[in-house]
């Protein structure tokens, strides 16, 4: 990333909140189900799966953390009725998981049950390190309770991953696996680039030997050519595996993918609570010094900034 993209990212929480949110258009469906819909099922007619996530870690009471649970209902009824090949990601957070375990846990329960009734998938997403032992605290409950459509993440930046692996392979665990996102101190997290892709092959290979099904989620491309290579060398069927990018991140690599005869799944965050995960994604950018610049650009000339999908 250059200096000033850098330099950029430290003040984006400074950048006014419209500016943000034209620049992180691309990242998010939309504010409404109905966007989140017609954007999967464009993407089901280019040949990619979906992963729904309703936008809300900012919650404050037991209400709104219901009110989301609620909402994930709709999301099934939106997936059934318009026929989509979408699962959904929920965020604990967004399920009180700040405010209360046993809250947060049947908001989830509530949510995965559904998700039992039409045959679909929760993924759970992994958020920062405060978070990870009740993440998997509760998704060890679920699976206790018999229910096994339901996954998680598992981030490589973080030190503990591998024993994680270790300790959740009886279970065969269906994972996500990243990079890992969140600002983690040094003793918990990797920090070097290499390290990070190291500990992503080394948690790749674990899991496949431990038979599980992999969510891969990087636009990396060297982590996608030894994941590439660790499949084929296992021969393993497409429907074995599957690869997974945020939307508005390196769609034509993800077409490559997918040309190749391998199952992509989209990332597709919709909702209100826009803002923090905006700001996560424009982090990730190498070339957000330019959107920003863009963007004034085209409001001092009038040209607004398109979604750049
Ligand atoms: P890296 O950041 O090195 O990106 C590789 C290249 O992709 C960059 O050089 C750039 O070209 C492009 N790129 C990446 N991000 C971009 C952006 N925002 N805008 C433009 N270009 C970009 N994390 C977490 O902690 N918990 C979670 O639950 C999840 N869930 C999740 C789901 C899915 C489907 C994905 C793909 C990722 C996540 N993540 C996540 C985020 C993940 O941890 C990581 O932060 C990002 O995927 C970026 O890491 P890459 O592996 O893509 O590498």
């Not at 990212?9 to 949110?21: G, Q, S, T």
Request: net charge negative; hydrophobic share 40%.
């Amino acid at each position: 990333m250059a200096v000033y993209d850098r330099a950029l990212v430290r003040l984006l929480p400074a950048v006014p909140k419209p500016v943000v949110r034209r620049i992180a258009d691309r990242y998010i469906a939309g504010t409404r189900l109905e966007d989140a819909c017609t954007l999967v099922t464009r993407l089901n007619a280019q040949g990619k799966l979906a992963t729904i996530d309703i936008l809300g870690e900012a919650i404050t009471s037991p209400d709104e953390a219901r009110a989301i649970a609620r909402a994930y209902h709709d999301v099934f009824d939106g997936i059934e009725r318009n026929g989509l090949d979408a699962n959904v990601s929920v965020k604990l957070t967004g399920l009180g998981l700040e405010l209360d375990y046993d809250l947060c846990h049947e908001n989830l329960e509530f949510v995965v049950r559904h998700a039992e009734v039409s045959s679909n998938f929760v993924r759970i997403d992994m958020e920062d390190s405060s978070t990870t032992d009740a993440t998997l605290a509760l998704y060890r409950q679920l699976r206790a309770a018999g229910l096994d459509n339901v996954g998680i993440v598992l981030q490589a930046y973080l030190r503990r991953t591998l024993p994680d692996i270790r300790d959740l392979a009886p279970l065969r665990p269906n994972v996500r696996l990243c990079k890992g996102i969140y600002v983690e101190p040094e003793e918990i997290a990797f920090e070097d680039r290499q390290a990070i892709r190291a500990g992503f092959m080394a948690a790749l290979t674990a899991l496949l030997d431990g038979g599980s099904y992999v969510g891969i989620a990087t636009h990396d491309e060297f982590l996608i050519d030894d994941a590439l290579r660790q499949v084929a060398e296992r021969e393993l069927a497409p429907t074995e595996y599957e690869f997974q990018m945020l939307l508005g991140v390196r769609e034509p690599l993800g077409d490559e993918l997918v040309h190749a005869g391998h199952r992509l799944r989209i990332y597709v965050p919709f909702g209100e609570q826009w803002y923090p995960y905006s700001l996560r994604r424009l982090q990730e950018n190498p070339r957000i010094a330019g959107y920003v610049a863009a963007d004034t650009v085209g409001r001092l000339t009038g040209r607004g900034n398109h979604r750049g999908r």
